[in-house]
């Protein structure tokens, strides 16, 4: 407060109190796709483009490669920011992966999967939903979890083999909690082609995920929703919800997604690649990230300001706050934040560091239902009776 004389009335403005926690948006979905007859000037080689129609954008993204078949797929189940990175396709496998891959050039520039690091300060929002369509080798794969690690971000690779026990070995390489691997791939019709080709099942799972993060919530995973605008799968597995034997239980309980077609197609399985169970089932990776961001990014504000009471316990509301909201609309099963007096010593304080700490558990999923059926013949004991009154 001023303190300066004046002989008259002087009004300060107090911008205190509680504010509110926006969560992050996290419908967002980062592609690295291919494309040489593309609109250049629409889709430039490795630059981040932000798309808000994909539907709208396919008439720029060519016919060539796998961009405008990734739109179409995008654009048939949810409108959502889309942002694309077209590199340069080539008929040599390894050259294609390095560009997909990506690198730093000497110049400070991002490449390839890399430029959706820079997707935040270029197109200004920060890819959440990751695939590369087609081409998701394991060199791609693995770079991939590596991107969505940095992102806070989930991404969905494939199994790019044809039976359930290649599948089974080849998920071994992988142990991120931020990937799920997708056995198979549907089929659609494709206009240029004028005939049915492979729909990439990573790029119609990142859809289906945005779609439900939209209209369900980011509680829910990609599984058992059905999947508009595909009419046939690459790889028909056995499946009955009744029987563990089947080709597709038996994928799930290796932690490996499935298409299905099941009252509709649809995806089957909801577990990561992850080695800690704590994060074995998606929606509890996913929870984890958005917590972390949307409390992460919510007090710029706060910082370099005056550290009183009033101000640690306003972030303290703020956090439980958002806990309370999410909770209410079963997002979470419970949070709550406090201040741990131990950590916040004087010495801290003084040395400007906080402490607050947080707590919270995801919301499960019913993955198995059990159902136990008994036969009481107690229901005959008085059949006479029944009888002489029907």
């Known amino acids: 407060m001023a303190d300066s004389y004046l002989h008259g009335v002087r009004v300060t403005e107090v911008n205190d109190g509680t504010r509110t ?8 979905i980062g592609m690295v796709c291919t494309a040489d007859d593309a ?4 889709f430039p ?4 483009v932000l798309i808000t129609n994909p539907t709208a954008a396919m008439a720029k993204a060519g016919k060539k490669g796998t961009l405008k078949r990734a739109l179409n797929s995008i654009g048939s189940i949810v409108n959502t920011p889309t942002v694309v990175v077209r590199v340069a396709d080539s008929d040599d496998e390894e050259t294609r992966t390095a560009n997909i891959i990506g690198t730093v050039t000497e110049s400070g520039e991002y490449t390839g999967l890399k430029a959706l690091l820079v997707a935040n300060s270029t ?3 920060k890819p959440r939903l990751l ?10 794969a693995t770079e991939l979890g590596v991107i969505a690690k940095k992102l806070n971000a989930f991404a969905f690779i494939s199994s790019h083999v044809d039976t359930k026990e290649k599948a089974v070995e080849y998920s071994r390489n992988f142990s991120a909690r931020e990937l799920m691997m997708i056995h198979g791939d549907f089929k659609s019709f494709d206009t240029d082609k004028k005939a049915y080709d492979v729909d990439y099942a990573v790029i119609r799972a990142c859809a289906a995920q945005a779609w439900i993060d939209k209209n369900i919530g980011w509680h829910k995973n990609v599984s058992n929703v059905e999947i508009a605008g595909v009419s046939g799968v690459t790889h028909p597995l056995s499946f009955d919800i009744q029987d ?4 597709t239980n038996f994928l799930n309980s290796k932690n490996i997604t499935t298409c299905l077609n099941y009252n509709g197609f649809r995806f089957w399985g ?18 984890a990230q958005i917590i972390r961001d949307t409390f992460g990014e919510a007090f710029d504000w706060a910082i370099d300001k005056p550290l009183t009471p009033n101000l640690a316990k306003d972030m303290l509301e703020m956090i439980n706050s958002k806990f309370r909201f999410w909770k209410a609309n079963s997002y979470i099963v419970d949070g709550e934040a406090w201040i741990d007096a131990d950590l916040n010593t004087k010495d ?3 040395d400007g560091k906080f402490y607050i700490k947080y707590k919270f558990m995801w919301m499960p999923s019913l993955e198995n239902l059990n159902l136990q059926q008994y036969i009481d013949d107690e229901y005959l004991v008085d059949f006479a009776q029944q009888v002489a009154t029907a």
């Open 21 to 28: 926690v926006r969560t992050i948006a996290t419908a967002v």
């Open 39 to 42: 609109d250049a000037e629409m």
């Open 45 to 48: 080689l490795n630059k981040p």
């Open 123 to 125: 197109v200004y929002v």
């Open 131 to 140: 695939a590369v369509p087609k081409f998701d080798n394991q060199a791609v």
């Open 244 to 247: 563990d034997s089947t080709d």
């Open 270 to 287: 909801s577990r990561t690649l992850s080695s800690d169970t704590q994060f074995a089932f998606m929606q509890a990776t996913r929870t």
């Open 348 to 350: 801290v304080i003084k």
